[in-house]
């Protein structure tokens, strides 16, 4: 069974740094992209990111290259999302969702998805 | 960027209703569109991929057509699971981007 399993609820204080992780299980984790998606609170989905773990091709949407960093760690078969300083803005869900055996460079559709990790940032 | 535009914002039907759901996209997509389905408390669920393909163990009452700049989205005779909010999504360009969604509740 493919599952993502991703880490606890944050709570941080502005300007606090934060990784946040989703490991992947039931399927080979080097072979399909994974991606984030941010969810402000009552709002819709918004696509961060992606990175191939098995080369570490990481790919970021305009709208949040700088803002945040992924990685991956394939010998844990684990992928990361991590903020340097972090805003009241970042306040949200966060997920993690398996790119479909058809990516095409990194643009894919989500068939699995983790639970989701609440990041709360507020002073 | 490919802006993503669905309609209505809000649907609000009883069940056993036939549910019509509508992404427009401001570029041609081909037939790179996929709908999601979120409900309360959880994490997005792939419903159709490729515009019209069914995702695995997703119920034959939900149907995706179109091509191009079009689709649509049926909920042949709702159920009571499927109040929730409905996503679309495409990956014809880089980025992917979402739709706004669609939120089907109880009339």
Do not use: H
């Amino acid at each position: 069974e493919v599952q993502l399993v991703q880490s606890g609820a944050e709570v941080k204080k502005p300007g606090e740094s934060l990784k946040i992780s989703c490991k992947g299980s039931g399927y080979s984790f080097t072979s399909y992209w994974i991606g984030w998606v941010r969810q402000m609170p009552g709002k819709g989905l918004e696509w961060m990111g992606i990175i191939y773990p098995g080369d570490s091709d990481t790919r970021y949407s305009p709208s949040f290259q700088g803002q945040v960093t992924i990685s991956a760690d394939k010998s844990i078969s684990t992928a990361y999302l991590q903020w340097s300083s972090l805003k009241a803005s970042d306040t949200a869900m966060y997920y993690c969702a398996r790119g479909t055996r058809y990516c095409t460079n990194g643009v894919c559709f989500f068939d699995y998805w983790g639970q989701g990790t609440l990041v709360t940032v507020s002073s | 960027e490919i802006v993503l535009t669905q309609s209505p914002a809000t649907l609000s039907l009883s069940p056993g209703e036939r549910a019509t759901l509508s992404c427009r996209a401001s570029q041609s997509v081909s037939s790179y569109l996929a709908w999601y389905q979120q409900k309360p408390g959880q994490a997005p669920r792939l419903l159709i991929y490729d515009a019209s393909n069914r995702a695995t163990g997703i119920p034959a009452r939900f149907s995706g057509s179109g091509s191009g700049t079009d689709f649509t989205l049926t909920i042949s005779s709702l159920e009571p699971e499927d109040f929730a909010v409905y996503y679309c999504q495409q990956r014809s360009n880089w980025p992917v981007t979402f739709g706004p969604g669609t939120k089907v509740d109880i009339k």
